[in-house]
Structures are given as C-alpha cells and as structure tokens.
C-alpha cells in the first residue's frame, strides 16, 4: 500500500508556473506507474498527466500537452507535475494518483486503472 500527499497548489495569475509534488510512503514507489488528474468545479475528474514506473515513458493530455511535464524522482519518492503557460481554464484540484505496474514503461490514462489517491491541491488561475 502506499500513502499519496500534493503539494505546491495555490493562486497564480495567467501564464504564470506552479510546480506540483507528490509525495509517496513507502520504499516500493518504484515499482507504480503514476499518474495526475484534475477536476474542476461541476466537472468531472479527467485526465492530465501520466509516467511509467521507470520514469521512461510520459503521456499527456492533449489540452496540457506542451505546458505541463510530468516527471518522477524515485530516489525522492516523488512525482512532479510542472505546469507552464497557465490558463484559466486549468483552474481546479489535482490529484496524483498510483498503481502497481508490471513493466518499466507502461502507462495508464485511465481513472480506474488507479487504486491509490492523494487528497488533492487547489490550482486557481486567475484572468
């Protein structure tokens, strides 16, 4: 099992950056692929960003494609999501979320593929 915790939310003006990190119990962090997700208020929770356990493979979404990175330090346990380019529209809470994976370089895009949550971290955008 393993515990999640985000960090580095808050209030950033348009085209500003925020770096996020996630935070993972545990000395098998190596071993799951990891992923963040978003959801807006009235909307549901989506996809955003996802990296192998090796760190080798990176899929984003396309609507962040370009102005965030993911990225993992497992000797840190941690995973960071750098978001560049900010708008309005990435306003909402993030989630990073985990799962135990068979292979270095296999992601997974999907909500349910994911068995372990962290709390989430408010990004607000401002225009």
């Known amino acids: 099992q393993v515990q999640l915790g985000e960090s580095g939310g808050g209030l950033v003006q348009a085209g500003g950056s925020l770096r996020l990190s996630c935070a993972a119990s545990?000395?098998?962090?190596?071993?799951?692929?990891m992923g963040w997700f978003r959801q807006a208020p009235g909307k549901e929770r989506e996809f955003a960003a996802a990296?192998?356990?090796?760190?080798?493979?990176?899929y984003h979404a396309d609507s962040v494609k370009g102005r965030f990175t993911i990225s993992r330090d497992n000797a840190k346990n941690t995973v960071y999501l750098q978001m560049d380019s900010l708008k309005p529209e990435d306003t909402a809470v993030y989630y990073c979320a985990a799962t135990v994976s068979a292979y270095d370089d296999t992601i997974y895009s999907g909500a349910p593929s994911y068995r372990y949550w962290g709390q989430g971290t408010q990004v607000t955008v401002s225009s």
């Open positions: 990296i192998s356990r090796s760190g080798g493979s990176t």
């Open positions: 545990g000395r098998t962090f190596r071993s799951y692929a």
